[in-house]
């Protein structure tokens, strides 16, 4: 039992480390639980840093949710055939229409 947790802690670090500002947030997060600063004296002040955190954290999943996804996107298409990203264009334009 306790091998199958400590290979997920050890598969949640090396996923964080590939998510850098992902890592980052939930540290913050971390902080604010733990009150590391010792500026939330009131609930309201620690609900706001709460909600501040998830906010920025949230936008952030969903920046490298994107990231992820263009990138994949642009392997995909590399791997297509008949896909030419470099190179001259052989086209020489539209003619023009006979009047």
Same mark, same amino acid.
């Given at each position: =039992?306790?091998?199958?947790?400590? #290979? /997920?802690? #050890?598969? &949640? ?5 590939r998510? %850098? /500002? @992902?890592? $980052?947030?939930?540290? +913050?997060? @971390?902080?604010?639980?733990?009150d590391a600063?010792? $500026? @939330?004296e009131?609930?309201?002040? +620690? !609900?706001?840093? =709460?909600? !501040?955190?998830?906010? /920025? =954290?949230?936008?952030? +999943? @969903?920046?490298?949710w994107a /990231?992820?996804? &263009? #990138?994949?996107?642009?392997?995909? &298409? $590399?791997?297509a055939?008949?896909?030419?990203? !470099? ?6 334009g539209?003619r %023009?229409?006979?009047?």
């Amino acid at each position: =039992m306790k091998t199958k947790q400590l #290979e /997920q802690v #050890e598969s &949640l670090e090396s996923r964080l480390n590939r998510h %850098p /500002q @992902l890592r $980052d947030r939930i540290d +913050a997060l @971390l902080r604010a639980v733990e009150d590391a600063g010792g $500026d @939330l004296e009131k609930a309201d002040a +620690a !609900e706001r840093r =709460m909600i !501040e955190e998830l906010r /920025q =954290m949230g936008n952030e +999943a @969903l920046h490298a949710w994107a /990231q992820r996804k &263009l #990138e994949k996107g642009v392997a995909k &298409l $590399d791997k297509a055939a008949g896909i030419c990203r !470099e190179g001259k264009k052989n086209s020489t334009g539209i003619r %023009p229409s006979e009047k």
